[in-house]
C-alpha cells in the first residue's frame, strides 16, 4: 500500500521541490534575469532615435461617372502604385532629394551616392490600405525615419508631393497615349475607308442599271415598258385593220367610178352598206361591256361616220352628169377635196402611223430585251458587289468604332486636365513626430523581461545541475538502492537559522529592487519613450 502511494506521488508535479530550488536559487535567477534586462533596455537609452512622419493619402474616385465620361487610363491601382513607387525610389529621383535636404551628411559626407540612396530607400516605407468587405485600396500611407523630426516631416512632405504629382503625370500621359493612339488608328481607318469607298463607286460606276439597289426599279420599268408594248402591239393591229378596210374603200371608190349601173346606182354601194352594218354591230357589241369613252368605242364611232359619208357621197355621185372619159380622167388626177382622194391620205397616213408603231415596238422590246439581261445577270451582280461591299462595310464599322472611342478618349484626357478623375488627397498630412519611433524603450522593456526570466532560468538550471548534493529524501532515495530503514533529524545551530534568515531578507529585498526598477523602467519608457 505504501509503495502504491509512492507510486502515485511520483507521477504528480513535484511542486515543493521546485519551490525549494527557487528558495535556493533565488539569486542565481534574480541577478542574471535583471542585468540582462537592465542591458536590453539600457541600450534602448544608447541606441540613436530616429522619428517617423507618416502621412496618408486618400485614393479619391473620379468626380464625373462613369457612365458620361468612361477613364481610359490603367485602372488597377496596385499596379500604378508600383510603377509609380518604382519611378520615384529611383537614383536620380531620390539624389535630388538628398541633395536639396543634405541627408545623410549631404555631398560631402564619407557615404557613396549609391550607399545613401540604399539607406533612404530602407527610411521609407509605403503601406497600403485595403478596404476589408472587397480588399480594394482605398488609401495608402508614406512614412520615414530620420534622426531629426524636422528632416522626417520634410522628407515625408517632399514623397508626398511626389506621389501626388506623378500619378497626375502618369494619368495625364496614359490618357494622351490613348487618345493619340486611337488618333493613329482612326487615321489609317480613315484611308483604308476611303480605299473601300472608291472600289465602290469603281464598281458601281461599272455596273449601272444592274445594281443590287436597282433591281425594284428594273422590274417596274420593265413592267411599264411590257405594257407599252402590249398598247403598241394592240394599236398596230388596229391601224392593219384600218388599213384594210381603207384599201377596201379605196378599191370600191375607184369600182364605182369606174363602171355606173343602168339605174345610176353607183357600184360597191351594197359592200359599203354590209361594211356599215358590220361596223354598228360592233359598236353596239362594244357599247354593251364599254362607256362611250373608251377608245375602242370612239374610234368605232369615227369609222361609221366616215363610212356613211363615204355611202352618200357614193349615192350622190351618180346624179352628177359626168361621162367616162371625166371618170377616168378623175382617176389619174383627183381633186384634194374628192372622196377618193381623202380615202388616199387616210391610207398614206394610216401607212405611216403602221411605221412609226413598228418602230416603236422594236424600241420597246430591245429595251424589254435589255432590262430582262439587266434582271438576269442580278444575282451575279448582286454576289460581286457583296464582296465589295463586305470590305467596305468592315471598314466603316472599324471607323465608326475608333471614331466613338476617340471622342470618349479626348473626354477622358480633359477630365484628366481638370484633375476630375481619379487622383490623390492628402487625409493626414506629414506630421511632426514628438518622440522616436526607434527605438521604442517599452517594447525594449519587454524584450528584456522575456529574454531575462530565459536568462535567469538557465543561469539557476546551470547551478542546479553542476550542484551534486542531496537536498531531499526523493533524491536519497533515488541514490540509494535500498529502502530507508529510518532517518537522522537535521540539527540546525543559532548560526545557520541567521545565516538562512539573512539569505532570505537579502532575496526578499533583491527582489523589491529588481520588480521596482522594473516598473520604474516601464513606466519611464512610457511617459519619455
Not at 9 to 35: A, K, Q, T, W
Not at 157 to 171: M, Q
Not at 175 to 203: D, P, W, Y
Not at 390 to 398: A, P
Request: charged residues 25%; aromatic residues 6%; contains cysteine.
Amino acid at each position: 500500500m505504501a509503495e502504491l502511494i509512492e507510486e502515485q506521488n511520483s507521477e504528480r508535479p513535484d511542486v515543493e521541490r521546485y519551490l525549494d530550488i527557487i528558495r535556493r536559487r533565488h539569486l542565481h535567477l534574480l541577478i542574471p534575469f535583471f542585468c540582462t534586462w537592465l542591458i536590453i533596455w539600457g541600450s534602448s537609452w544608447v541606441l540613436p532615435p530616429l522619428y517617423k512622419s507618416t502621412t496618408q493619402i486618400l485614393v479619391e474616385e473620379p468626380t464625373m461617372p462613369q457612365n458620361y465620361v468612361a477613364p481610359n487610363v490603367n485602372e488597377n491601382l496596385q499596379n500604378r502604385l508600383q510603377s509609380i513607387t518604382q519611378q520615384i525610389l529611383s537614383r536620380t529621383r531620390l539624389l535630388i532629394i538628398i541633395d536639396k535636404l543634405h541627408l545623410y551628411g549631404g555631398a560631402q559626407g564619407s557615404l557613396t551616392e549609391d550607399k545613401r540612396v540604399e539607406r533612404m530607400r530602407k527610411d521609407i516605407s509605403i503601406d497600403l490600405v485595403r478596404n476589408s468587405r472587397n480588399d480594394e485600396i482605398t488609401a495608402f500611407k508614406i512614412s520615414y525615419s530620420a534622426p531629426d523630426p524636422q528632416t522626417a516631416q520634410r522628407v515625408t512632405t517632399e514623397i508626398k508631393d511626389l506621389f501626388i504629382n506623378e500619378n497626375l503625370k502618369v494619368r495625364q500621359e496614359q490618357s494622351q497615349g490613348t487618345t493619340k493612339f486611337i488618333e493613329n488608328q482612326l487615321e489609317e481607318a480613315r484611308v483604308e475607308l476611303a480605299q473601300q469607298e472608291e472600289k465602290v463607286k469603281a464598281f458601281e460606276g461599272g455596273h449601272q442599271g444592274v445594281l443590287p439597289s436597282q433591281q425594284t426599279s428594273n422590274l417596274t420599268i420593265l413592267g411599264g415598258l411590257q405594257t407599252q408594248l402590249q398598247n403598241e402591239q394592240d394599236s398596230l393591229n388596229q391601224s392593219k385593220q384600218q388599213r384594210v378596210y381603207l384599201q377596201a374603200l379605196i378599191e370600191q371608190n375607184r369600182a364605182a367610178r369606174g363602171s355606173l349601173k343602168a339605174d345610176g346606182t353607183p357600184n360597191g354601194l351594197a359592200e359599203v352598206d354590209q361594211q356599215l352594218a358590220r361596223l354598228r354591230a360592233e359598236l353596239v357589241d362594244l357599247s354593251s361591256r364599254y362607256t362611250d369613252e373608251y377608245p375602242d368605242v370612239v374610234k368605232l364611232k369615227g369609222q361609221i361616220a366616215k363610212t356613211e359619208k363615204v355611202r352618200e357621197e357614193l349615192i350622190v355621185a351618180p346624179k352628177k352628169p359626168v361621162d367616162e372619159a371625166s371618170v377616168l380622167h378623175e382617176a389619174d388626177g383627183l381633186s384634194p377635196n374628192s372622196p377618193l382622194a381623202q380615202l388616199q391620205n387616210q391610207l398614206k397616213l394610216n401607212q405611216f402611223e403602221i411605221t412609226n408603231r413598228e418602230q416603236r415596238i422594236g424600241e420597246l422590246q430591245q429595251n424589254i430585251n435589255g432590262y430582262q439581261a439587266r434582271l438576269n445577270a442580278a444575282p451575279t451582280t448582286e454576289q460581286q458587289f457583296a464582296e465589295v461591299t463586305r470590305g467596305y462595310d468592315q471598314s466603316k464599322s472599324i471607323y465608326d468604332d475608333l471614331l466613338k472611342k476617340k471622342n470618349a478618349s479626348e473626354m477622358a484626357t480633359s477630365m484628366e486636365q481638370l484633375q476630375e478623375g481619379e487622383h490623390f488627397t492628402v487625409l493626414d498630412p506629414p506630421g511632426l513626430p514628438l518622440k522616436p519611433d526607434f527605438p521604442n524603450r517599452l517594447k525594449f522593456c519587454g524584450i528584456g523581461l522575456g529574454l531575462g526570466i530565459v536568462v535567469g532560468l538557465l543561469f539557476a538550471a546551470g547551478f542546479e545541475f553542476a550542484d551534486d548534493r542531496l537536498y531531499s529524501e526523493t533524491d536519497l532515495k533515488a541514490l540509494l538502492p535500498v529502502t530507508i530503514l529510518s532517518e537522522i533529524p537535521e540539527v540546525i545551530h543559532p548560526s545557520d537559522e541567521a545565516r538562512s534568515r539573512r539569505r532570505s531578507v537579502l532575496g526578499w529585498a533583491l527582489t523589491t529592487i529588481v520588480v521596482v526598477t522594473i516598473l520604474a523602467g516601464a513606466t519611464i519608457s512610457i511617459l519619455y519613450g
